[in-house]
């Protein structure tokens, strides 16, 4: 058995390892977001949180929010686009297993993954809203994304949003409050609608707040029933609310796998919601490529 100290060594080189394969990231303003921009150079804060059952590195202290880029390889045709956002509860984010891990199975299955940095509401002396800069920063994720899309191979009509936990509010709330963009604006980027082709809510946070209508993005929900109440019996109900609308919508509910299961190798059948999720994208027609 690795003494704590061998065992953090041990993760620290997993985690440089690792790094290796991560692509750069491309930040969602050139200056910094709107207002915050004396902050952009403040360095992240990486940082490695013990569980019961794992310890992994999360990333707190985000003032100059980004995207990381995982790309199908040549060959395939254009992409369906997913922009993840890992949770962490708005504390910081867990940046491995729901979100680099994530980019890299999708790139793998013929579908581009970009992995949100979005600042965080909820650490320590923040200035940050959650239903203001956190969805800012989602917002122009999925305009930057629209406005690259003939660079990087994509289908600008299946450009959706991902997101667990605490990212999963954000990805919620991109999905009900978005706009057409702005054709005057100076900047390019902001030109560019940031409605979400589609939706898929991995135990989401504050599911309870969801609203529903006919025009909202289709919608793929999966959770674990050992999960908290407010998400093992929210995400039903939040199925039951797409059904009355009759917006395409699927659900999966795994016997086992708690809260923040995310891309994990364990002998559970929860670990096959990214397959169910690439299969729901080729049957509602956003993915080209097979899953």
């Not at 980004?66 to 995982?70: G, K, V, Y």
């Not at 908290?228 to 998400?231: G, H, L, N, V, Y």
């Not at 009355?244 to 395409?248: A, D, G, L, N």
């Not at 059948?269 to 397959?275: C, D, I, N």
């Given at each position: 058995m690795k003494t704590p100290l061998l065992f953090l060594l041990s993760l620290c080189a997993t985690a440089a390892r690792a790094a290796d394969d991560i692509p750069t990231a491309i930040h969602l303003w050139s200056n910094g977001a709107p207002g915050f921009e004396s902050r952009a150079h403040e360095p992240e804060v990486v940082t490695i949180r013990q569980e019961p059952d794992i310890a992994f590195p999360v990333v707190a202290n985000i003032h100059n929010p980004?995207?990381?880029?995982?790309l199908p390889p040549a060959g395939f045709a254009p992409a369906a686009a997913v922009i993840i956002a890992p949770g962490g509860a708005h504390r910081f984010l867990t940046m491995d297993r729901e979100g680099y891990d994530v980019g890299k199975w999708l790139s793998a299955h013929g579908i581009a993954g970009f992995v949100l940095k979005y600042r965080l509401a909820r650490e320590t002396n923040s200035v940050y809203k959650i239903e203001v800069h956190s969805l800012q920063d989602m917002q122009r994720a999925l305009r930057l994304v629209r406005?690259?899309?003939r660079e990087?191979?994509?289908d600008t009509n299946a450009i959706g949003v991902l997101g667990f936990s605490a990212g999963g509010e954000i990805a919620e709330l991109a999905a009900m409050q978005y706009d057409a963009g702005n054709p005057a604006a100076a900047d390019p980027v902001d030109r560019q609608p940031c409605r979400p082709d589609f939706q898929a809510l991995i135990y989401p946070?504050?599911?309870k707040s969801i609203v529903v209508t006919s025009n909202s993005p289709p919608a793929f929900l999966a959770c674990a029933s050992d999960d908290?109440?407010?998400?093992s019996e929210g995400l039903p109900a939040v199925y039951l609310k797409f059904k009355?609308?009759?917006?395409?919508v699927e659900l999966h509910v795994f016997t086992k796998g708690g809260h923040g299961f995310g891309v994990?190798?364990?002998p559970l059948?929860?670990?096959?919601?990214?397959?169910n999720f690439a299969a729901w994208l080729h049957d509602t027609g956003f993915a080209q490529n097979q899953p």
């Open positions: 980004s995207i990381t880029p995982f406005a690259r899309a990087w191979n994509l946070g504050n599911s908290r109440p407010d998400i009355q609308f009759h917006v395409p994990r190798d364990r059948e929860v670990t096959t919601w990214p397959s």
